[in-house]
């Protein structure tokens, strides 16, 4: 790959740059779920726009689509080359819990060798690195390779727009595959490369009892309480050995090939409990923490919520609770058939003393990517070469929606190649960016697109 | 019962004005547990002291406690005749959810035969009631007994400061017995007499997992979700029967003698299901309604939260998770004890996967009373006058603290003797006071007062 060595040492030599500018976009608070940050996204995109355009990007706009709009650019000077469409989001978690954060979450803090901030990597650090590696290239050898780059602004909201968004853009978003930068690798020692990626079902239970609080001393005794029923019905939804109950939960479920399941590469059990900080790892009997989060799907409560809880004792029969229910499926789960199936369990396990309503939210379907392609070899070249260690091969527990959408609308694969680290504290507070993993993310990317083109 | 004839007609006389006054009392917000109300807790306290004087009580005093003042007074005119403490509160509950209230809480209104506003029914409408019917005796025949009138701000928070209040003014305080106010009867129609209430021990449980919230893709499998494991641990606590799980929890609650049982007075369970609202009634197997929320302990989730509550979808998976937890008790179980079963409960159920803390709030013994005392039968007698309806017995769910004080430090019992009714909305939206009551109620306690002197 000598024929990157002017851009590689051009990104050595700008590193400072290069971190200036992102503490610059990681100050635009570009929180996508909240609608007083509509202005900031705007910012952000306007932001990126004008940083395709410096690189030289021959075609730059932001296209509007149903929520916020995607930053697109172009560059596509070397007929005969394999096109690449690179995709990366600008758009941010909300904050909260504000007061857990040591700096605030919009004003970027290097601490060590660490850079703090809400998107520091998930993603806007993953993106500016692939900008930073087009960036080298363009002034110095040149790209080597048709580029077509896909920011958009939703993906922490589920891409509720994303999908119409390809659809109609179909021709201009042809390529031969996607470089997907929203992802990480296994520690800065150690890269590795997703090939398989989570879906998402989310949903919004209610059970309603009285019509109203009750007086938990008048009628105590007498009344099922929805706060218990509750729990009741998400107890009951594992069974001791951690697996989920739903009926037919697991029917579609693949069995990991035995040699998939040995090249499966995970953090030790400490290292990953230390990152969590339970006391102890905990999940679906006779499975390892690698297929845990990455061959297996979950039934998680993301919230629940009932009667008073704020500070001191009221004694109140709560009338309704709330549970926020998302399940993590694998292939070939359907979001269509575990709705049904947690219909199902609740038909059959919900009192006749209670009322109970479910709301589906957000969905996607799994991903599992072929590891046997051009790009992936292509990938896999990059980062032993910069890491001086050959890649591991992980299945993600998280979900990128955008995945599913090209490979049903344009009929491609996704190389999941991102530099963030698993104990990153992504939609947590503290979110960080390794910044070592940052600088050889940029050569990475460097060596990954010169090795496409070949 | 001829001697009260011109009181009783004094006080068929005086409607209008007993309701005016005692909506001018009501549009005092005095909720004790919120202290921006300090000041109207003192307007309640200067209020009630005015009513008493204007009635001619000889002596009457705002006595401070540790919190909300104790408005005294006394008329001790008939040496050799029975002395009774009357109690009554003027705190009232907070007012949330507000916008479920069709008119404002502290704006008192009158609908259909219904006064509405918070504190209406509990309890300064049976508050209200006594004093007027003091009045109608010292404006007309005279008080044929002496009386003490006990009146405190800070019932709805447990009675915190009354404890040491009494033991401080135990010579003050002595008496043959307490009227207790804070009472109520079955329906319009049917007279009732409580002899037990329950007691109460409230805990807040809280379960942490991770250090923090966790991207639920990411670490969702292999992490033991706290939200989770509190919903595991509260359906532990009862069994498919509905009977508390708790190890020893009935070891010392009375069988009900058949006689008691027999007699024992409720709605019935359509009326009682109406009331709540909810879709069917639920209880412990083998135990009537009125059993299961008077004679029986019952355990209660109060409140739960955890995680993401907010509107929309959050993929996380919360670092911890809480619920209150309240227990009602019956005699003879002590809240000591049962704090140590719960404790030991979770000793035994929770998951090494997680750590817990209990923390325990409010806490009052049951209590029972006789029923064969002269105060007893003197209600009896006012009732049946008053409705033209023997009165039947019940056994309360609530709990009065004031009720147990009295019997430790006076060595007195109570007779408990209010007007409310079990669906007057205590301690929810749009409270009211059924006003046929209100004014049947001074009536029988005008009977009741003479009944005692004899």
């Known amino acids: 790959m000598s024929e990157s060595t002017q851009a590689i040492a051009y990104a050595k030599n700008n590193r400072e740059r290069y971190l200036a500018e992102l503490k610059e976009f990681l100050a635009i608070p570009s929180v996508s779920t909240l609608s007083q940050h509509k202005p900031d996204m705007q910012r952000a995109a306007e932001w990126l726009s004008k940083q395709l355009s410096g690189i030289g990007f021959k075609h730059v706009e932001i296209m509007p689509t149903a929520g916020h709009p995607v930053v697109y650019g172009e560059w596509l000077s070397k007929p005969g080359k394999p096109t690449v469409l690179v995709y990366g989001h600008y758009d941010v978690q909300p904050v909260d819990p504000l007061n857990e954060w040591t700096t605030p979450p919009f004003e970027p803090t290097v601490r060590g060798d660490n850079l703090y901030a809400r998107g520091a990597s998930d993603m806007k650090g993953q993106a500016h690195a692939f900008l930073k590696a087009l960036e080298a290239l363009a002034k110095n050898e040149g790209l080597p390779l048709n580029i077509k780059v896909m920011i958009e602004g939703e993906e922490e909201v589920g891409s509720p727009s994303l999908g119409a968004f390809i659809e109609k853009n179909k021709e201009k978003l042809k390529c031969d595959f996607v470089l997907n930068a929203d992802s990480s690798i296994m520690s800065p020692e150690q890269p590795s490369l997703v090939y398989g990626l989570r879906g998402l079902a989310y949903f919004e239970l209610w059970v309603h ?20 029923v509750m729990c009741e019905l998400i107890a009951g939804m594992h069974d001791a050995d951690g697996r989920v109950t739903l009926p037919g939960f697991y029917d579609k479920v693949r069995d990991l090939p035995e040699e998939e399941r040995r090249e499966l590469a995970h953090p030790s059990d400490e290292e990953w409990r230390k990152m969590c900080g339970a006391p102890q790892l905990h999940g679906e009997k006779r499975f390892t ?11 998680e409560v993301c919230g629940i919520q009932s009667g008073f809880t704020c500070e001191g004792a009221k004694t109140v029969l709560p009338a309704k609770a709330m549970a926020k229910i998302s399940m993590r499926l694998v292939p070939y789960q359907d979001d269509k058939e575990v709705e049904g199936q947690l219909r199902a369990y609740l038909e059959k396990h919900a009192p006749p003393t209670v009322r109970w309503e479910l709301k589906k939210f957000v969905t996607g379907p799994a991903v599992l990517v072929k590891r046997d392609t051009p790009g992936m070899r292509a990938a896999i070249k990059a ?69 496409v083109a070949g």
């Open 209 to 228: 009892g009285p019509k109203q609080d009750l007086h938990s001393g008048i009628f105590g005794g007498s009344v099922h309480n929805p706060a218990q």
């Open 289 to 299: 923490t690698a297929e845990r989060v990455g061959a297996r799907p979950t039934l």
């Open 383 to 451: 980062l032993e070469a910069t890491f001086g260690k050959k890649p591991v091969f992980k299945l993600e527990g998280g979900s990128v929606p955008v995945v599913s959408m090209v490979t049903a609308t344009l009929g491609v694969d996704s190389i999941l190649m991102g530099f963030g680290l698993p104990d990153d504290n992504l939609h947590s507070p503290n979110e960080k960016l390794h910044l070592p993993n940052f600088y050889r993310g940029v050569e990475a990317y460097i060596r990954f697109f010169d090795a």
